[in-house]
């Protein structure tokens, strides 16, 4: 599904740039910036814009990806392996 990140701190911004470099939506923005307008313009551009066939290609790829990971049994291996565990 096309999405964009409205971030809010820590690593939010990096997940927002990394999703727009990915063609999955556009770029999103800070809550700070968050206004009705800004929010039915990025909505409009990930449902309803010359861009949205492109966005939904990408997520589509993307899905593809990840949907053979398991990021569970990644993460839980990483944390054994640092003894965290």
């Known amino acids: 599904v096309p999405s964009s990140v409205i971030w809010h701190n820590v690593d939010q911004p990096f997940h ?3 999703s727009a470099q990915l063609g999955v939506g556009p770029l999103g923005f800070g ?3 968050l206004t ?3 929010l039915a313009e990025l909505m409009k551009a990930l449902v309803a814009s010359p861009d949205t066939a492109g ?4 997520a589509e790829k993307v899905s593809a ?3 053979h ?4 049994k990644l993460a839980l291996d990483t944390l054994r392996r640092w003894k965290l565990l």
């Open 65 to 67: 990806q990840i949907c």
């Open 36 to 38: 009705r307008q800004r």
């Open 69 to 72: 990971e398991d990021g569970t």
């Open 55 to 58: 966005y939904q290609a990408a």
């Open 31 to 33: 809550k700070r910036q």
């Open 16 to 18: 927002a740039r990394r």
